[in-house]
Structures are given as C-alpha cells and as structure tokens.
C-alpha cells in the first residue's frame, strides 16, 4: 500500500478542523420487509389481523436481518453529524443552525437514525458531572440553549428526536475531545485507559437504559494501524489490550449487562495477517489491507461473542472511493463486479452472504465528481439496494473536507444533487420513508412524507388508553419577579411527549418537551400555586403532581447596609448598548467606606463576543469608579455575565448616596444585546429600589438577589 488506508481522508479532515460523521441511507424493501408491507397494503378483506405492535423500539439481530421486538425486519438508514467528539464538545453547526429545524428535516428527508460521534473523554466529563455551558451556541438562532450545558443539549435534543421519529446511535470517535482525535488508531491514549473506556460506555448504557431512542451503541470508531506501527488494533482470540476484537467483545458485554436490548456496533481494524502469517510478520505484503475500520476478515475465525445477548451484535464495515485514496482496487478498469469480489466479499459482505449477522455501513459517501468517485458511490447504493443492507452515510456536516455533506456551507440549506442521489436508498414504502419508532411517523405526528413502523410491517398499535404516572419531585427557585420551575420526568406504558403546567389552576405553559420551566413577568411578593401534569402522544394526561406553593422576593427590602436605587438610561432593549444608572445607598447607622463596595448588574451577552464598559457620567466622578464586565464561568437564569462596578475610595454617611453613575456597555463586534431576558434590566423613569441588582461590603452581600 502506498499509504494507510484512509489515511488522505483523515489528514484532510485535519487540515480543514473537521471531525468523522454519518450519514446513512434507508434501503429498498427486503424480501421480508416486502411481504410485510403487501399484507399492510392488501384489501380489508384479506389482511389477517394484525399483530399489536411492541410498546417499545428495541432491535435485535435474527441472522443477518435487523428486527424489532417482535421479529419484523427493519432498515436503519441514517446520517452523521459530528461535533460532540471535537473539542466544541457540541454538534457543528449550532453556530448558525437551529437544532430543531435541523432534526426536523433529517426526518422529513426520510433520515431514520442518527450516528453521534462523541468522545471517551466526553463521556467521562458528563459522568462524574463537569457539566460546564456549551460554547459556540448561536443564541439569537437557538435561544431554548441559552446556558445549556452539552449534555443537557444532548439529552434535549433527544427530546427532539423522540418527537420526529428520529433514533440515536452512539459512536465513540475518539479517546479525546479533539477535531484530530480519530486519527489516533487505538481507543485508549494518555489519560483515557482501556478501563476508562469500558466505563465510559458502562455510564451512558445506563443513563439511556430506559430510553429506546438510543437503540445502537458504535463501540469504537475505525480502530487501525499496520502491524509494524505502534499502536495498532489486530484482530484474534486473544485478551491483549490492542485486540479490537476482544475491546468490543468487553465493552459490548458490560454495556448489555446493564442495557439488555440496545445493539452493539463492532468496526472492523485496517490489516488481517494471510493464511500462515502471524502479526509480527516484517513483511508487509503477508497481509490484507482496507479502509480503516473495513476489515472484517477476522471475524470469520475469530467472531465476537457477546455471550448470552448475541443477538444484539451488528458488524459495521467503513468503506470510501478513490477520492479519498487512490486505493489499488481502484487502479484499471474497476467496477462494481470487481469492487464486490476483491473488497467487499471477502472483506465484510461474507458476513451479510452467509446469515452470520447483520452489517450496518457505518460510513460511506463523498463528492458527486462525475467520474471516478461518484462511480463508487453508486456502485455502492446499488449493492446496498439490492442486499437491503442498514448503513449511515457520510456526512450531515458541510465541513468534512473530503467528502463535504449533506448541508451546504450556510449549514441551512440542502445540497439537492446529493440528496437526491441518496433519496432512492432510503427506507420507503408506498412513497413514504418509514420510522423506527412504532407509534410516531418519521417527520413527526401529522408527517406528510413519513409513516411509523407500525404502519410499515402492518402492526395494530392499538388503542393507547394508558394515562402517563403523575410527574413527581417538583420544586422551584423564585426571585422578585419570576419562578423557576422543575420536575421528574413521568412515564408512561408508551412514551410521555410533553408536560403542561398550571399556575393557580390555569394553564400556562406546554406541551414542554423539558423538565423545567421559567415562568416570568411576576408581580413582586406575591404566592403561587403550581402543579405539572404529562401527557402522550394519544392525548392521555396524567393526573396533576403533587401542588407546591411559591412566593416571589419582596421587593426593597435592604439584605445589609446598601441599597441600589437603578433607572435605565435609555427605552430601548434591542440596541447595540447596556446603559443602566445607579445610585449606591448607605441604609446603615455608621459610615461606608466605598472602597470595599461592588455593584453587579446581571445581564445576558446574546452571544461570544467580549463585551466592554465605560463610565458615562458620575457625581462622584467617573475617575473614581471603575466598571467592568465578568463572564460567568456556568450561566445562570437570566445571566450569564455582570457588569461590575467598584470605588477607588471615599466614604457614604449613613443615609447618603452616590449620586448619579451612568454606565454604558456595549459588545466588541457592536452588535445587538436582547434586554428583555436581563436579569437586572428594568423600565426608564425615575429611579427604584433594584433587588435584581446586588451590592456588595467586602465579600458580604449587602443588597439584592442574585440570579440561580
């Protein structure tokens, strides 16, 4: 070989910060799934009675077929959108891209899974809760995640999925939260130990256990090297700790002990020795080589044995086109026969011939160049087609430099060519691309181009007569002048889709997707009574929680020595400045020396940009006061940042002020703030008592309320 296989691929993702995604294609019928959908699609008259559909999504292998809960063969045609394994910890594209409008449409497209690329160190973050804000959100397109952590962003877009029809597949792409990090051959480095590994995989099987959205876990993505390289993954029977097949047969085992039903994804490495050779062979030309993570060879002699739950295990090939590498099957006159008896066969598609397991083409795609390239993608979708194989095509991100993506560079618009070159191999019956999800169509309820899978393999879902359980544990947080709301989620004997919540016996809100809520504009000092009830996607709701009482906080009443009397300086909330004045009070019985008093006004930034402060005018003199604006390092409700002002001196006689400081802020890039959400913004007019702004004697707070 002139290179690793695949190497080109990964250096250019490099060269350009981009990270591994898929992105999948949903097939024609298989002749199972054919006989299904004639019965579901014949007269009235000669349809047998349906089967009841299982209540949930879960998947198992039955020989080389994918198949629901009760046996009916399913395709998973999905894509990747990469971006939670990088160091933006996040999905790309969020920096202009709405995330609903995003999932929405990979549904209504008649995407039916995505693959998430994420990595150990990720996982490992969120399970022992370094839970820090996401950066790199645009907020004015995606204000639901305003000072969402990742993992909360994960878990609500989860929420989105489960409303769309979409299912989730876990990939872990690499050992470190890097844009390079997949070139790295082996799942452990540095820090990151094979046992971190396994216990990575061990915290997200059971923080999603009960949640079929997650229905596949990848368990390591294109593990590779050549057997002189150190390291590298092989591939035999034994428990050394760069035997990928012994890796995926461990974690596959530990995550089923704690999630029975969720698939296990196993890649294949880059090179397998020839009959006769071992690994420490110097020769090169004794082994086999392929795209990394396209190797299967070993798993004939060598399968993975997921002990009692092996019907859970799908075999993922990665396979690409010359424009990636000029690989040599490449080289003279190439086609899909030849390409199908010296790669594909022998390499993974023995596994799908023979009924041995299912196979899952975890990554395929690229340019459509008109030539050479667009040659393989086609000869590709062909076998895919005919073979009715599940796989994810590669990728959703426009920034996978190699092979560019479904999305155009403004991340909103579709690349129509590509989507129609993809569209005929995607799940379809009767013209409509089919869920995974039993009771919601892909597109969502009320879809125009998608159907459930219930509807597709000709299952009875029944009637949903099954309220969901009452939510429990809610609780509230309050400031003057709105309360803060959260609950435990409810379940249900199908899935719950959304809560309502009642304020003194009135609605208020909902159906919510989340477990919280932020009810605002309250009158100051005053008591609430609050109650949550769930509801399902056939209409069922629950009885309403336990009821909890709330008062908002009393307006002006001093927590110390200092009160802070505030005006805004201007009318306006969506211009390009902050401009708050303030007087600082002494409300003690004794003198305040101001050079240990700070003010804070909380405010949101509405983005990354640094923000700066000047003092406009001041009675004390603006020398004397020195504002400045601090970044909260976790954004609260209403805040993530505070404009903060302190004294270089002087003293305030009791029942004294400040007089007038007249302070300005405004963003380095110039743009607009969105004041109505501030924490600390109020009207125009005279001045008033402020308890959303906070002062402070040393360290002590001596007025107002922070934000939560």
């Given amino acids: 070989m002139p290179a690793p296989p695949s190497a080109a691929k990964h250096v250019r993702r490099v060269l350009e910060g981009t990270a591994s995604v898929l992105l999948g294609l949903a097939l024609t019928a298989s002749p199972a799934l054919t006989t299904a959908a004639s019965a579901a699609s014949a007269p009235a008259q000669e349809q047998p009675a349906a089967a009841a559909a299982p209540a949930s999504d879960w998947l198992h292998a039955d020989g080389s077929l994918i198949v629901d809960e009760a046996g009916k063969p399913v395709r998973l045609t999905g894509v990747n959108w990469f971006g939670f394994n990088t160091s933006e910890r996040v999905f790309h594209g969020l920096w202009t891209a709405n995330l609903e409008t995003v999932t929405r449409q990979m549904a209504e497209r008649g995407i039916n899974i995505v693959r998430v690329p994420i990595s150990t160190q990720l996982l490992l973050e969120w399970r ?8 790199g959100i645009n907020a004015a397109a995606n204000p639901e995640l305003a000072g969402m952590s990742t993992l909360q962003i994960f878990d609500h877009w989860l929420e989105l999925c489960k409303r769309y029809g979409l299912k989730v597949m876990l990939d872990v792409h ?10 790295y051959p082996v799942w452990w480095k540095g820090s990151i130990t094979p046992e971190k590994f396994y216990q990575a995989w061990e915290w997200a099987a059971d923080r999603y256990k009960n949640d079929d959205t997650v229905v596949a876990m990848d368990i390591e993505n294109e593990p590779h090297g050549k057997a002189d390289q150190d390291p590298h993954a092989k591939w035999d029977d034994s428990t050394d700790t760069d035997n990928f097949k012994n890796a995926c047969q461990t974690a596959g085992r530990r995550i089923l002990a704690v999630n029975p039903k969720v698939l296990i994804l196993c890649e294949g490495i880059e090179t397998y020795p020839k009959d006769g050779t071992g690994w420490d062979s110097p020769d090169p030309k004794a082994f086999y080589n392929d795209w990394w993570g396209g190797n299967l060879r070993g798993a004939k002699d060598h399968p993975v044995d997921l002990g009692a739950h092996q019907s859970q295990l799908v075999y993922s090939p990665h396979d690409y086109g010359p424009a990636v590498f000029p690989q040599p099957w490449f080289e003279g006159d190439w086609n899909r026969g030849t390409l199908e008896r010296d790669v594909w066969d022998p390499n993974w598609l023995y596994l799908h011939k023979q009924n041995t397991a299912p196979l899952l083409i975890g990554e395929w795609g690229g340019h459509l160049d008109g030539g050479p390239n667009q040659k ?13 194989l599940s796989h994810t095509f590669w990728c959703l991100n426009p920034n996978s430099g190699d092979t560019g993506g479904l999305l155009d560079s403004d991340w909103t618009t579709w690349d129509e060519e590509k989507y129609a070159f993809l569209k005929p191999a995607l799940w379809q019956q009767d013209g409509k691309f089919v869920s995974l999800d039993h009771q919601v169509p892909l597109g969502g309820q009320g879809s125009t181009t998608g159907i459930s899978l219930s509807e597709a393999t000709g299952q009875a879902p029944g009637p949903d007569t099954e309220a969901p359980t009452a939510p429990t544990g809610l609780s509230a947080t309050s400031t003057t002048n709105r309360v803060t709301l959260a609950w435990h989620p409810a379940t249900d004997n199908v899935r719950v889709t959304g809560y309502d ?29 609050y109650t949550v009830k769930a509801r399902d996607a056939a209409g069922n709701t629950s009885a309403a929680s336990a009821p909890l009482t709330v008062s908002t906080q009393e307006p002006g009443v001093p927590s110390g020595d200092l009160t802070v009397l505030y005006r805004s300086g201007d009318d306006s909330t969506g211009d390009s400045a902050l401009r708050p004045h303030l007087r600082v009070v002494n409300s003690s019985d004794r003198p305040v020396d101001l050079a240990g008093v700070t003010v804070r006004y909380w405010f949101t930034r509405d983005g990354d940009a640094p923000v700066n402060a000047w003092c406009d005018y001041a009675a004390l003199g603006c020398a004397d006061v020195k504002p400045a604006v601090r970044t909260l390092s976790r954004p609260l409700d209403g805040a993530d940042a505070y404009l903060e002002v302190s004294f270089t001196g002087g003293t305030l006689a009791p029942g004294a002020d400040t007089g007038d400081i007249q302070l300005r802020a405004s963003k380095a890039d110039w743009s607009d703030f969105d004041e109505t959400d501030d924490y600390s913004h109020g009207p125009s007019g005279p001045y008033v008592e402020a308890a959303n702004i906070t002062a402070y004697a040393g360290d002590e707070l001596a007025w107002g309320l922070e934000p939560r």
């Fill in 128 to 135: 022992a809760g370094n839970l820090s804000a996401a950066t």
């Fill in 501 to 529: 919540v009642y304020r003194d016996g009135t609605k208020v809100a909902g159906p919510l997707t989340d477990t919280g809520y932020v009810d605002r504009d309250l009158a100051a000092g005053t008591a609430h009574r």
């Fill in 376 to 388: 393989w993608m086609t000869a590709l979708r062909g076998l895919i087609e005919d073979e009715n």
């Fill in 174 to 183: 690499s050992a470190e939260a890097d844009n390079s990090g997949h070139v």
